[in-house]
Structure formats: structure tokens, C-alpha cells
């Protein structure tokens, strides 16, 4: 049977910016953010979406594209007899830990998106969202309920293939998306407070380049908003077809993720500032402080439908891309249908997330690493290492078990010194700068 593919480019840009753009540029960019010094991290977070995640972008665009298979099919056609397959396996095995967490955090906004249709999410609860937020993640079946009506829908598209079901469901959520966060933006520009939120966002402290930290987190966001180490993108780019170039639509893919996230930044940083919120409240920014303060706004209700529905479909259009992964891998090794191995996967990974769940209830006394609960900790292990290792191993890959032509050739990139530099951050800049970021910030903890 033919391979599925893009029916065009346009399709699979679209696509590709769907994975890019989900709750990572929403909820962790502006958590990440907050804690990180806001504006510092922000250029720090471009540089590094500029100098390594574009060009990083596009080596697992080229694996993808030239490999013509799944994560780890790819690279044993590439580079057979080889343990070169294992960045595969671990992509495959990263993109399922994430989305299972992932899919928690999803039924969290579709609950709230709900809640703020039907108006119950207007007014502050009593107890206030903090207290209301925690009882009810600590609930055994509700959250549960909503994480697997969430996985049930992402399991249906990706059942319909790739041009039936996810080429279509982006091209109707990747516009929409864009338009409802400018309304957002917009609407937030003219909150009392903006200028104070905007600063934050805009005016760095220089006092913080010297933190490593700051560098980590803002390398570990670039590679997570760009889906970049866990094959997603592999696998996307491997259903386009051979005469689809790939230079312009990665850059093209990565601008557009940087630009979702500075908006999202303008959406959430001036209304935190003008109500009294406080931007270093961690992960539950998005589920806490922002609903109170959309509570006490004009207009708040339909601010909130606005914001969760905008987080309900990044968050979809990016699941779709991490169950495709290991949905594409089964596929064609088990030799289980689409639809069985979208089920299959879909089933292991809504498994692993009731564990993910239930840390936030009756297993909120379990940690794997460090305090953390198994939420961060299977964020933390995929964020700080799957992601960066895989991308340092496909970066590897390109610049140094390719040969030098065929790196550039599958590339794509047609000017010579576009070539060249690329080439020496693939080959010797990337490698060097994750191993040293890692040691320094082990060292610094
Ligand atoms: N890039 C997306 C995000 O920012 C996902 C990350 C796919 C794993 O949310």
C-alpha cells in the first residue's frame, strides 16, 4: 500500500507549526518565563530558536524527509547495521512520556474551557481558583474523564491518516488559533497595567545573563516549543513529497512558534500585572492566577472561553503530532492497522497518564525525581534530557555520520554560505554547547 502523505506543503507547514505551537508556548513558556527573569530569558530563549533550534529543525526535518519512515524506521534505512535506530526508539519513547502527561494538563483547560461555557467559571469560586484547582485535581475520576475524552479525540484524527486527519484538523485550528490569541493580545494591550506587563516582557535584567539556569531552561523551552528530539517532525517530514523544499518552510515554522509565544506573553504578562497576579507562580499560572484574574475583569467570562479554548486546540494540534510517533512506528512494525495502532498507543499512553493524574490525588506522596510529583518528574527527565540528548544525537547524525555532501544536499539549503554555516552548528556548535550547558547547570546545583 502507498505511504499516506501531505497533500501539500502548505498542509504540512501547518501541521508542522500545530506541533510546534501547543501548551508549551501557552502555559510552560509563560510559567518558564516567570521564574526565569521574563524578558532576559526571552532573548536568551530567541537566540537559541535563532542559532540552534531552526537549524536543529531542519536536521530532523532532513532525517525525516530522506529516511522516508518512522523515527526509528528512518534511521535504519539511513544508517543500517547500526545502533543508529535507538534516537529513533528514544524519540518514540520520549513523544509517549510527554504526551502522557501532556493529555493530563489537556483535560485540565477542556475542563476549564468547559466550566467557562457554561458560565460557572465567571465569578471566583468559593475558596478562590487556587483551592477549587486543587480539589478538584485531586478528584480520582473527573480529571480522568476529561484527559480520556481529550485522547479520544486526538485518537480519532490521527485514526483518518495523515491528509484525512491531521493535514485537515490544522488547517481549520492553525488559523483560528492565530486569530484568537491577536484578539487576546489585543484586548490585553488595553488592561490598565499593560505597560508594567510588557516591560517585564521587554526590559531585560542584565544581571541575570551570567545564571546558567537561565540558559538551560531557555535551551531545554527552545527544543520543547519546536518539538525538536523526539521524532515528531521526523515523521511529519517523512510524508512530504520528494519536490516539497524544506529550508523556507522550517524557518518559516520556527519564526511562527516564537511569534506565538511572545503574543501569548503579551496575553498573559500585562493582565498578571494589572490585577496583582504574581508571574513567578509556576505551572499553575494558567489554571490559577489567570481565571481570577479574568474573574475580576470586563469581559472576563468570554475572555476565559477565548484564552482556554485557544489553549484546548494548541494543545490538540500538538498531541496530534506526539501520538503519531509511536502510532506511526507500531504501524509498520507490528504490522497492526492505523486504526489499531492509533487505539494501541493511545491506550498505553492515557495508561501512563492516570498515573500522572492520580499524582495530583491519592498518589500525591509519590516523587521520582527529586520533590517533584510524577507530572515534573517525567517533564523534568523528558525536558533537561530526552529532548536534549535526542537532539544532540541527531545533530550528531547529520553533521558527522553523513558525509559532508549528502548532509547538505538533503538539507536543501541552496546558498553556499547558508550551507556552511549551517553545517558548523550542526557539526560543532550544538554538540558542544548541550554537553556544556548540561555539566554547567549539574555543576551549578
Ligand atoms: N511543541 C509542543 C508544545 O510546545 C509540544 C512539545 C509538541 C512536546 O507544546
Not at 483547560?109 to 483551592?131: A, K, M, N
Not at 486527519?165 to 492565530?178: K, Q, V
Not at 542584565?206 to 538551560?216: A, D, E
Not at 510524577?374 to 525536558?383: A, N, Q, V
Request: aromatic fraction near 14%; hydrophobic fraction near 50%; glycine fraction near 10%.
Amino acid at each position: 500500500m502507498k505511504r499516506d502523505e501531505w497533500k501539500s506543503r502548505l498542509g504540512f507547514m501547518l501541521a508542522a507549526m500545530g506541533s510546534a505551537v501547543g501548551l508549551g508556548n501557552i502555559w510552560r513558556f509563560s510559567y518558564v518565563a516567570g521564574e526565569n527573569g521574563g524578558a532576559t530569558f526571552l532573548l536568551i530563549y530567541i537566540f537559541f530558536i535563532l542559532a540552534f533550534g531552526i537549524p536543529l529543525l531542519l536536521t530532523e526535518f532532513s532525517i525525516g524527509k530522506a529516511g522516508k519512515k518512522d523515527a526509528v524506521g528512518s534511521f535504519m534505512r539511513l544508517a543500517p547495521g547500526t545502533k543508529w535506530h535507538w534516537t529513533g526508539v528514544m524519540g518514540v519513547i520520549g513523544g509517549t512520556l510527554i504526551l502522557s502527561f501532556y493529555s493530563v494538563v489537556c483535560g485540565w483547560s477542556l475542563y476549564y474551557l468547559f466550566h467557562y461555557l457554561i458560565g460557572d467559571f465567571w465569578t471566583e469560586p468559593t475558596g478562590g481558583f487556587g483551592q477549587s484547582f486543587e480539589n478538584w485535581t485531586s478528584t480520582t475520576w473527573e480529571p480522568l474523564f476529561w484527559q480520556f475524552l481529550f485522547m479520544i479525540a486526538v485518537v480519532l484524527v490521527v485514526i483518518r491518516g495523515i491528509k484525512r486527519g491531521i493535514e485537515r484538523a490544522n488547517l481549520i485550528a492553525m488559523p483560528a488559533l492565530a486569530i484568537l490569541m491577536v484578539v487576546l493580545a489585543v484586548y490585553s494591550l488595553t488592561l490598565d497595567g499593560a505597560s508594567e506587563g510588557l516591560a517585564f516582557l521587554f526590559t531585560p535584567d542584565w544581571s541575570q545573563f551570567g545564571n546558567p539556569q537561565v540558559y538551560l531552561a531557555a535551551m531545554g523551552q527552545a527544543f520543547f516549543s519546536l518539538s525538536i528530539g523526539i521524532g515528531g517532525m521526523l515523521t511529519y517530514a517523512s510524508y512530504l513529497k520528494s519536490n516539497d523544499r524544506l529550508p523556507t518552510a522550517t524557518v518559516g515554522i520556527g519564526i511562527m512558534d516564537t511569534v506565538f509565544a511572545v503574543i501569548a506573553g503579551i496575553v498573559i504578562f500585562p493582565a498578571v500585572f494589572s490585577f496583582g497576579g504574581d508571574v513567578t507562580d509556576g505551572p499553575p499560572l494558567v489554571f490559577i492566577t489567570l481565571p481570577s484574574i479574568f474573574a475580576s475583569m470586563p469581559a472576563g467570562g468570554l475572555v476565559g472561553i477565548g484564552f482556554f479554548a485557544l489553549l484546548v486546540m494548541a494543545a490538540y494540534s500538538s498531541a496530534l503530532s506526539m501520538l503519531e510517533v509511536p502510532v506511526a512506528y507500531v504501524h509498520r512494525t507490528l504490522g497492526l492497522s492505523r486504526k489499531a495502532a492509533a487505539i494501541v498507543c493511545g491506550t498505553v499512553i492515557f495508561a501512563i497518564g492516570v498515573t500522572v493524574s492520580l499524582g495530583y490525588g491519592i498518589w500525591s506522596h509519590v516523587t521520582i525525581v527529586e520533590n517533584k510529583n510524577i507530572l515534573d518528574s517525567i517533564d523534568y527527565i523528558t525536558g533537561n534530557y530526552i529532548l536534549p540528548l535526542g537532539t544532540m544525537l541527531m545533530a550528531i547524525f547529520v553533521g558527522w555520520y553523513w558525509t559532508k555532501d549528502q548532509a547538505i544536499k538533503r538539507s536543501e539549503i541552496n546558498t553556499p554560505i547558508l550551507q556552511s554555516s549551517w553545517y558548523f552548528i550542526i557539526r560543532y556548535i550544538v554538540p558542544v554547547a548541550i554537553l556544556v550547558i548540561a555539566i554547567t547547570s549539574i555543576v551549578d546545583k
